[in-house]
């Protein structure tokens, strides 16, 4: 697609439960990032992946995050027994290479 | 790990006058610094970067200055115009990692 596209916008949810937010990157981009965004803060990192492989995870803070790319292209972030604190916006981005970041829109998590 | 630590918070400028936005980083082996302008409730978006073999680079009313000695770059941009308000975040790394950290941003707003 013309851009990085995620789904969906918001996800408002109870706390406890399973939330799964999508990112479509860039056609043709190898490399797609995970980041995570609180109120009035900057991007944080939580995981990179080239191609089907996530090269570095070291950003997802415990074992309830998760994240998946099985064909290369489309990633799922997984949330277990989602809490209040991980309530955010989850940003998605790709890139060709040479770490020049295009992000997605964003999913806005609210967990009650 | 890369510490980005980014003055002021918030920042009130004259339409038509001059801005100045600073950061600082912790790790010398990080050699590339993207910025990245977000606007009210949109994705951030890449609007200028420096590499560190150059110590200045500009884009028209946007440059970016780089101290690799003190450890610290500045986003300038010149004739500010309504809408340059926005939310700017400097990021460092460096090539073969692909962990961005961003620093904490700043409020820009342009008093028309």
């Known amino acids: 697609g013309a851009g990085v596209s995620q789904t969906p916008s918001n996800k408002v949810t109870e706390k406890g439960k399973y939330v799964e937010l999508r990112c479509d990157p860039i056609?043709?981009?190898?490399?797609l990032y995970w980041y995570r965004q609180s109120l009035g803060q900057g991007p944080e990192f939580l995981i990179y992946f080239q191609g089907t492989g996530a090269a570095d995870d070291s950003g997802l803070p415990n074992d309830r995050f998760f994240a998946v790319r099985p064909e290369g292209s489309v990633s799922t972030l997984k949330i277990q027994r989602t809490e209040r604190g991980d309530s955010a916006v989850y940003l998605c981005a790709s890139s060709p290479g040479a770490n020049v970041l295009t992000f997605g829109a964003g999913s806005r998590l609210t967990v009650l | 790990g890369e510490n980005v630590e980014q003055h002021p918070s918030t920042l009130s400028v004259q339409e038509g006058d001059s801005a100045v936005i600073k950061c600082t980083y912790s790790d010398s082996a990080s050699n590339y610094f993207p910025w990245y302008k977000q606007e009210l409730g949109k994705r951030p978006q890449l609007i200028i970067d420096i590499r560190s073999n150059v110590g200045e680079k500009k884009d028209q009313r946007i440059a970016v200055t780089l101290n690799k000695t003190a450890k610290h770059f500045s986003l300038h941009i010149t004739e500010t115009q309504p809408e340059d308000s926005a939310v700017y975040f400097c990021a460092a790394t460096y090539f073969g990692n692909e962990k961005l950290t961003f620093g904490t941003g700043t409020r820009l707003t342009i008093i028309p």
């Open positions: 056609s043709g981009h190898t490399a």
